[in-house]
């Protein structure tokens, strides 16, 4: 069977139209740049309120395959934090949410070790949470969180800036991080492997124990923005290089793409994956993009051990990883 991630359960563009009908109900909104929400402050003239809300996803489940919980904190934080960094915020406190079909202690204690690594990561506080007790509604575990940061409104990326002969500079991912597992966790499945079957380019680890490698924190892109200038921004999450229409309609021609992980050549081979869903699905070894001036290259390269790996280019080239064209 050739898997896609519409087969897998999640369809893309049928999400994209939720969240259209979502947003021309709910009338009562402040500006969004794509990534997170900014709200100005009524005693603060000169910064923004930027806020970003994500959850862990279907990662719960392997952790749950290989009783391994102390990881997925550090994704729920992740997911969040590199939102704001698109924006050009700085992440200041962080609330997490944990629904449980029944209590836990060691697992919950396990998820907490992993939010307080990934806050200390990010330099953030965690000011509250909830856990919620919910047999009926929740089979196992949700993990999900809030951030809140700040920008000065001089200082937000909104991606007007971006033009064509722009370069794009590429921030490596850790694996799969948290995104596209409903569809990796099929392929493992119906090949026929569990979790805990080692992982075949690498038999010291577990196919589990690679999947769940958690989220970058890209704590570098703060520097970088306050050293260089920087035209747009993108999180390579849920649907992989779609991500980039996010900051600008322009297109992008990526000639010098990260040699993706073993991890995907391993679902694609399993899975019978087209190269073009693989970059419409996973993040294939970018997890962060930044959007620079040529004149920029040599100091954000120094800045964050980033990789050039592509350009802007007319809107009518769309975008194109190699010979594979994504949109």
Known sequence: MRWTYAKAGVDITKERSVVKAISEVVTRQTSSQGFAGLFELPFDPFHLLAISTDGVGSKVLIAEQLGKWDTIGIDCVAMNVNDLYCLGATPL???DYL???RPDEQVAVAVARGLEAGAELADIYIVSGETAI???LVNGLDLSGTCVGYVHKDRVITGEQI???D???GLRSAGVHSNGLTLARKVVESAGFAYTDPFPPNPERSIGAELLIPTRIYTEVLELMARCEVHGAAHITGSGFLKLTRITEL???IYNPFEPQEIFAFLQEQGDITAEEMYKTFNMGMGFAVVIPEQAKREALQTTGG???GEIV???KGIRVGDVRIV
């Open 93 to 95: 406190a962080f609330v």
């Open 163 to 165: 033009q064509v002969g």
């Open 251 to 253: 297109g992008y021609d």
């Open 99 to 101: 629904a449980i079909d």
């Open 307 to 309: 990789q050039i790996v």
């Open 314 to 316: 007319a809107r009518s």
């Open 134 to 136: 919910l047999p009926e």
């Open 167 to 169: 370069l794009v500079l």
